[in-house]
């Protein structure tokens, strides 16, 4: 069985031949570099390697294949409990096509983003990635719902919700860099809970990335614990 997949969709937004390798087995450092080597010689432009572990011992491959390490993804789980009061400026989003003001704000939430570290990538592709994930999520493609915090006919911040596994799952939560810091965010993140119990999940989910160490306090705060980490390498073939 191949170790690696070609990412068509990927491959046709980016126009780059793109694969991905997954390690399920554990893979060594040298079957790493075998697939590469394959995939070098298949004319991949772009290979995303999704490790178990963070690989301490990688640097030959690393410098061989144009690679780094661009993200250190934390998957944060909970289980649900009790409903809690909604904060009334919280409502479900209506309309199938964003705001200006909800596409700042995805925009905005993938600072941390591989898509945005990664200097190989132009920004405006980045950019051009997160819209089509909010467009696609109000319209209920990839989501379930969105939610949206109004403050003066402005939406300030959002979450939008949908499903993986049987799990609830957070797609995007951000609030406006203007108005952080005044518990918008627990607010959201409890509207997110009282939709997953509305809609008889038993668990909630959101993932994050390790560096956003803000982020990451606040979901353990919130009572989220790590339930998996992977660790996201890019190389340039």
Not at 35 to 53: A, D, G, T, W
Request: proline share 0%; charged share 30%; glycine share 4%.
């Amino acid at each position: 069985m191949e170790n690696y997949s070609f990412l068509e969709w990927d491959s046709n937004f980016f126009q780059k031949k793109i694969a991905k390798i997954t390690d399920i087995n554990n893979l060594l450092n040298e079957e790493v570099n075998e697939i590469l080597e394959i995939l070098k010689s298949k004319k991949y432009n772009l290979v995303y390697f999704f490790s178990k572990k963070e690989r301490n011992s990688f640097d030959k491959i690393l410098k061989k294949y144009n690679g780094k390490i661009l993200d250190k993804k934390v998957t944060y789980l909970k289980t649900m409990s009790k409903r809690d009061i909604l904060s009334s400026e919280i409502v479900k989003y209506k309309l199938n096509y964003p705001t200006n003001d909800l596409i700042k704000l995805a925009i905005d939430a993938g600072i941390y983003s591989r898509f945005n570290i990664d200097e190989n990538i132009k920004k405006y592709k980045f950019e051009e990635l997160y819209k089509n994930w909010i467009i696609n999520s109000v319209n209920k493609s990839i989501a379930k719902d969105v939610l949206v915090y109004n403050y003066k006919n402005k939406i300030i911040a959002m979450v939008t919700l949908g499903e993986k596994n049987n799990i609830a799952d957070i797609g995007i939560i951000a609030v406006n860099e203007n108005f952080r810091g005044k518990g918008i965010g627990k607010k959201l993140i409890l509207s997110a809970e009282n939709w997953a119990i509305e809609n008889n999940f038993k668990k909630l989910q959101v993932v994050t990335q390790k560096d956003n160490i803000n982020a990451c306090k606040f979901y353990e705060n919130s009572g989220y614990k790590i339930s998996k980490t992977e660790y996201i390498y890019h190389f340039w073939l």
